[in-house]
């Protein structure tokens, strides 16, 4: 399936690595699931949903390593976004970028696949 990828404040992901996992944004847990992009989706998420915001990273995931929890259901537009139904084990994280602020106020997403 590919990188997944999860774009967080730093301080969250800081909580997460203490912890072991990362149990979700607040809006991931009243949604009740952590939204995950993929790499040609990052972009628009990082624009709607992040603009402004500083001292953000992105968590890259190998889509196989989180098995049945990962479900891929249709969200704006019709495409198809990877939602992980429980925790993400901080050990799955396979890397982690920064995501400064660029034009406009956007993050910057810098992708590997």
Do not use: C, N
């Not at 203490?18 to 993929?38: K, M, N, P, Q, Y």
């Not at 929890?69 to 704006?76: I, T």
């Not at 084990?89 to 970028?97: K, P």
């Amino acid at each position: 399936m590919g990188r997944i990828y999860k774009i967080l404040t730093r301080a969250e992901w800081a909580r997460a690595q203490a912890a072991g996992a990362f149990e979700g944004s607040a809006v991931d847990r009243l949604d009740g699931f952590i939204h995950f992009s993929t790499a040609a989706q990052a972009g628009e998420t990082a624009r709607r949903h992040f603009a402004g915001q500083p001292d953000l990273v992105v968590l890259e995931v190998e889509a196989d390593d989180l098995g049945e929890a990962l479900r891929w259901e249709a969200s704006r537009g019709g495409d198809l976004f990877p939602h992980l139904y429980g925790p993400l084990g901080a050990s799955l994280v396979r890397g982690v970028t920064e995501a400064a602020l660029g034009a406009e106020g956007v993050p910057s997403l810098d992708l590997t696949s």
